[in-house]
């Protein structure tokens, strides 16, 4: 097993590798300088795999608490009205609805 065969496992493939290399302690003809550099490299691809997991909640909680939703103001001036549409909102969901059924979309509908 290598560095690089290590550093594509998941976590799964890990802990056998791991059980694998621990097994080798005990060996009196073990190189354990290979052996230690080969536990560096598990311990150094569980740490990736915790750090892409630790992002991927942090993302996903951002997208929870409604970041990155784009909502649009349309201004008086143009004589339509001043509402703030957002993917939340019902006048959204309508026009997604009536575009998913290929019915004809009014222009307040489609800039909603």
């Known amino acids: 097993m290598t560095r690089e065969e290590i550093l594509a496992m998941n976590a799964d493939q890990l802990d056998g590798a791991m059980t694998e290399l621990r097994g080798h302690e005990n060996d009196a003809d073990a190189d ?15 740490t990736q795999l915790r750090s892409a997991e630790e992002a991927r909640k942090a993302y996903a909680a951002r997208i929870a608490g409604g970041e990155g939703i784009t909502k649009e103001t349309i201004d008086f001036k143009e004589g339509r009205s001043a509402m703030t549409y957002a993917i939340d909102t019902k006048e959204y969901r309508d026009a997604w609805l009536a575009a998913m059924q290929g019915k004809q979309v009014t222009a307040e509908e489609r800039t909603a």
């Open 32 to 46: 354990f300088e290979a052996l230690t550099a080969l536990l560096d490299a598990v311990e150094e691809r569980r």
